[in-house]
């Protein structure tokens, strides 16, 4: 069921051919492969082909080897396609179809022979050079070896809950909390005890899954109902009301080709209504399927090869709202490709999830998600390793984020698909710091506010330690702010990453006091005068104008400081023309005159050592005041240190109020 049966054209077959290889058998595997019995047929053609043992039956061993590699493909049997392929390569049919090589890459591909199957695409290039499949194929191979090297942050699971011994595939979540799955299996339950000649199993039907009270899924069992039949049944979507039921079904009539319609259920309680063919065209030759419901409700996406496709088979849409109700059209050659797209899943009504093997992938069906940009054009991506892999990857449902379940048939040399979950863990983003005052005290009662161009906006009051954390976007530029009574405010700026990993980024802020001066750090002139020194243009910069800004109604005295050394007079003076110097900076670059002024104290303020002071310089002690009489207690090395300290630029905040009145 997994890709629904059409009717299959076979090749044309030189009467010679079907007499000299036994026409009753040949016949018979021809037969079967036309009406698209390709298990029972692939039985068959082996029969056949084990038979030819004479030399002169080696082109005849080249189309039936091929027949039987196209039996295998179709059935997903990738390796045992990739083996009949390369004997119809070996007797030289490709000499008579040049799409034995095109099919063998396919296989080669499907089997995760990337290398082969590079060198049997570039083959069949030789003869047709513009084949889109062809060189979409091509590019897949090289990308899936890049894929495969570097996965996505997705990590996939092979669900047992819900498979059996045969194929489970389609999964469709439903109920507001994500606790049912419906799935097409053909697992030993089914109501079909034959087994399908198409397929060599049972026929599909849909079976539920359900969590229990605990939160913990239980085995799928068949629906209650008339929606199971000996027919084939699966691949299911649901109206947004969760009332209405659109399913595939194929029939196997004998005398007729194999062919896939849709059909709607209603739910009646816990059971499910027999099903009724919904009519979308008047087309009876075309085959329908894989019918999917947009959230919307407004539309149904659904499968077809009807003409008026872009080769293949496509995805199109038919209306089912009031003001769309049988509007009918394809998706385009945005989607659709000369390959086949298959399993549409509209996430939302401008992303749609779907499988294909015309575009590049890995091999098989991969699965793509497509986005409708503001143009109306489909943006298409390929969901790479590990979702998808070199076998058909296809039929995907969402739970809530990147969650959910797939089908799949990787590493399942019976070509069986199963059920697998996918988790995309969430990226993890965050700023975290401290706040504390310029004695490295934290400051529990900061409030820190983080705004992003993205619309976001983020408020938290600093712990105890002065701690916060906030949660954040990738790829998004924020402004941040502390500020707390007593304090002047901070502002940091910043743009987090785009890498898809996780990150935490740390800022500190350090907050200046409006009670306390404030030692400028780095401001250095000129030995013995009061001239400004090229780096401390870079400190006043980054931090003295930095506050002036993000505090607009303040005004500050700059005050500059001496050691005792030399006359007192002389100390004096030069600190105020020290003090001036900075002054005069801060107003040629923006800062109006009336917010600052200058004092030069020369030696009259000696230092306190404080906290932080004291950690640096462990041979004095908080408290200690560098007098000139303390200071020539100490030693000749700690008294060098002492005059450094005690020569220093500070601000004080005078006033909070500048311009509020």
Request: glycine content about 8%; hydrophobic content about 35%.
């Given at each position: 069921m997994k890709k629904y049966i059409y009717h299959i054209i076979c090749l044309a077959i030189l009467a010679t051919l079907c007499v000299s290889c036994g026409p009753a058998k040949l016949s018979a595997a021809e037969e079967q492969y036309d009406r698209g019995e390709y298990y029972e047929a692939a039985q068959t053609y082996r029969k056949v082909y084990n038979k030819?043992?004479?030399?002169?039956?080696?082109?005849?061993?080249?189309?039936?080897?091929?027949?039987?590699?196209?039996?295998?493909?179709?059935l997903n049997m990738s390796a045992r396609a990739s083996a009949a392929y390369t004997n119809a390569v070996r007797y030289k049919y490709c000499d008579t179809d040049s799409m034995t090589y095109l099919y063998l890459?396919?296989?080669?591909?499907?089997?995760?022979?990337?290398?082969?199957?590079?060198?049997?695409?570039?083959?069949?290039?030789?003869?047709?050079?513009?084949?889109?499949?062809?060189?979409?194929g091509l590019k897949g191979c090289a990308d899936a070896v890049a894929w495969k090297a570097n996965p996505t942050r997705y990590t996939v699971k092979r669900a047992n809950i819900f498979n059996s011994r045969r194929s489970d595939c389609s999964p469709m979540l439903q109920g507001e909390a994500f606790d049912q799955l419906y799935i097409t299996t053909s697992n030993d339950k089914v109501v079909g005890e034959k087994k399908s000649a198409i397929t060599g199993a049972k026929s599909f039907d849909i079976f539920l899954a359900k969590k229990d009270e605990k939160g913990v899924w239980?085995?799928?069992?068949?629906?209650?109902?008339?929606?199971?039949?000996?027919?084939d049944e699966g691949m299911v979507s649901f109206s947004p009301d969760g009332s209405t039921m659109y399913l595939s079904r194929a029939r196997h009539d004998e005398d007729s080709d194999a062919a896939a319609e849709i059909?709607?259920?209603?739910?009646?309680?816990?059971?499910?209504?027999?099903?009724?063919?919904?009519?979308?065209?008047?087309?009876?030759?075309?085959?329908?399927?894989?019918?999917?419901?947009?959230?919307?409700?407004?539309?149904?996406?659904?499968?077809?090869?009807?003409?008026?496709?872009?080769?293949?088979?496509d995805i199109w849409r038919v209306g089912l709202g009031s003001n769309t109700e049988g509007t009918l059209e394809n998706l385009g050659d945005g989607i659709n490709t000369p390959g086949d797209e298959m399993f549409p899943y509209m996430r939302s009504d401008s992303t749609l999830y779907f499988s294909s093997d015309g575009?590049?992938?890995?091999?098989?069906?991969?699965?793509?998600?497509?986005?409708?940009?503001?143009?109306?054009?489909?943006?298409?991506?390929?969901?790479?390793?590990?979702?998808?892999?070199?076998?058909?990857?296809?039929?995907?449902?969402?739970?809530?984020?990147?969650?959910?379940?797939?089908s799949s048939n990787r590493n399942d040399g019976r070509g069986y698909d199963k059920i697998y979950s996918f988790e995309k863990p969430s990226v993890k983003v965050t700023i975290s710091g401290?706040?504390?005052?310029?004695?490295?005290e934290p400051i529990p009662d900061a409030i820190i506010r983080i705004v992003g161009n993205d619309g976001s906006n983020q408020k938290e009051v600093a712990r105890k330690?002065?701690?916060?954390?906030?949660?954040?976007?990738?790829?998004?530029?924020?402004?941040?702010?502390?500020?707390?009574?007593?304090?002047?405010?901070?502002?940091?700026?910043?743009?987090?990453?785009?890498?898809?990993?996780?990150?935490?980024?740390?800022?500190?802020f350090v907050l200046a006091s409006v009670t306390k001066p404030?030692?400028?750090?780095?401001?250095?002139?000129?030995?013995?005068?009061?001239?400004?020194?090229?780096?401390?243009?870079?400190?006043?910069?980054?931090?003295?104008?930095?506050?002036?800004?993000?505090?607009?109604?303040?005004?500050?005295?700059?005050?500059?400081?001496?050691?005792?050394?030399?006359?007192?007079?002389y100390n004096e003076d030069l600190s105020q023309r020290r003090a001036q110097s900075v002054v005069d900076y801060l107003i040629a670059n923006g800062i109006a005159p009336d917010r600052v002024k200058a004092v030069g104290y020369g030696e009259k303020v000696p230092k306190t050592i404080t906290k932080k002071l004291a950690s640096l310089h462990p041979q004095f002690k908080e408290g200690d005041v560098l007098t000139e009489e303390f200071i020539l207690t100490l030693s000749e090395e700690d008294q060098e240190v002492a005059h450094q300290i005690n020569r220093r630029t500070e601000f004080q905040v005078m006033s909070i109020t500048y311009n509020l009145y």
């Amino acid at each position: 069921m997994k890709k629904y049966i059409y009717h299959i054209i076979c090749l044309a077959i030189l009467a010679t051919l079907c007499v000299s290889c036994g026409p009753a058998k040949l016949s018979a595997a021809e037969e079967q492969y036309d009406r698209g019995e390709y298990y029972e047929a692939a039985q068959t053609y082996r029969k056949v082909y084990n038979k030819m043992r004479k030399k002169t039956d080696r082109p005849k061993r080249g189309y039936v080897a091929y027949k039987m590699g196209d039996c295998y493909r179709r059935l997903n049997m990738s390796a045992r396609a990739s083996a009949a392929y390369t004997n119809a390569v070996r007797y030289k049919y490709c000499d008579t179809d040049s799409m034995t090589y095109l099919y063998l890459a396919q296989s080669q591909h499907a089997d995760g022979k990337y290398k082969a199957a590079i060198k049997s695409y570039e083959l069949f290039l030789e003869k047709d050079s513009t084949n889109r499949v062809a060189l979409n194929g091509l590019k897949g191979c090289a990308d899936a070896v890049a894929w495969k090297a570097n996965p996505t942050r997705y990590t996939v699971k092979r669900a047992n809950i819900f498979n059996s011994r045969r194929s489970d595939c389609s999964p469709m979540l439903q109920g507001e909390a994500f606790d049912q799955l419906y799935i097409t299996t053909s697992n030993d339950k089914v109501v079909g005890e034959k087994k399908s000649a198409i397929t060599g199993a049972k026929s599909f039907d849909i079976f539920l899954a359900k969590k229990d009270e605990k939160g913990v899924w239980q085995k799928p069992e068949p629906l209650e109902g008339e929606l199971n039949t000996e027919a084939d049944e699966g691949m299911v979507s649901f109206s947004p009301d969760g009332s209405t039921m659109y399913l595939s079904r194929a029939r196997h009539d004998e005398d007729s080709d194999a062919a896939a319609e849709i059909y709607t259920s209603t739910r009646s309680g816990a059971q499910w209504s027999a099903p009724t063919k919904l009519e979308i065209t008047a087309d009876t030759l075309s085959s329908f399927a894989h019918p999917a419901v947009s959230p919307d409700g407004l539309y149904l996406y659904f499968v077809s090869d009807m003409p008026g496709g872009q080769g293949g088979k496509d995805i199109w849409r038919v209306g089912l709202g009031s003001n769309t109700e049988g509007t009918l059209e394809n998706l385009g050659d945005g989607i659709n490709t000369p390959g086949d797209e298959m399993f549409p899943y509209m996430r939302s009504d401008s992303t749609l999830y779907f499988s294909s093997d015309g575009h590049p992938g890995m091999g098989g069906l991969d699965i793509f998600v497509a986005n409708l940009d503001t143009l109306g054009l489909w943006r298409v991506e390929n969901m790479k390793y590990p979702i998808n892999s070199s076998g058909d990857d296809f039929g995907i449902t969402f739970a809530v984020e990147e969650t959910g379940y797939f089908s799949s048939n990787r590493n399942d040399g019976r070509g069986y698909d199963k059920i697998y979950s996918f988790e995309k863990p969430s990226v993890k983003v965050t700023i975290s710091g401290m706040v504390l005052d310029k004695d490295d005290e934290p400051i529990p009662d900061a409030i820190i506010r983080i705004v992003g161009n993205d619309g976001s906006n983020q408020k938290e009051v600093a712990r105890k330690d002065g701690s916060f954390k906030f949660s954040l976007n990738r790829g998004v530029r924020y402004v941040m702010m502390a500020g707390c009574r007593g304090y002047l405010n901070g502002k940091q700026e910043f743009e987090s990453d785009t890498t898809e990993a996780d990150a935490d980024y740390v800022v500190d802020f350090v907050l200046a006091s409006v009670t306390k001066p404030v030692i400028l750090e780095n401001i250095f002139y000129d030995f013995d005068k009061a001239t400004l020194r090229p780096e401390s243009e870079t400190a006043l910069d980054n931090e003295l104008i930095a506050i002036l800004n993000d505090n607009p109604n303040i005004t500050i005295e700059l005050a500059a400081h001496t050691d005792f050394r030399g006359r007192d007079a002389y100390n004096e003076d030069l600190s105020q023309r020290r003090a001036q110097s900075v002054v005069d900076y801060l107003i040629a670059n923006g800062i109006a005159p009336d917010r600052v002024k200058a004092v030069g104290y020369g030696e009259k303020v000696p230092k306190t050592i404080t906290k932080k002071l004291a950690s640096l310089h462990p041979q004095f002690k908080e408290g200690d005041v560098l007098t000139e009489e303390f200071i020539l207690t100490l030693s000749e090395e700690d008294q060098e240190v002492a005059h450094q300290i005690n020569r220093r630029t500070e601000f004080q905040v005078m006033s909070i109020t500048y311009n509020l009145y």
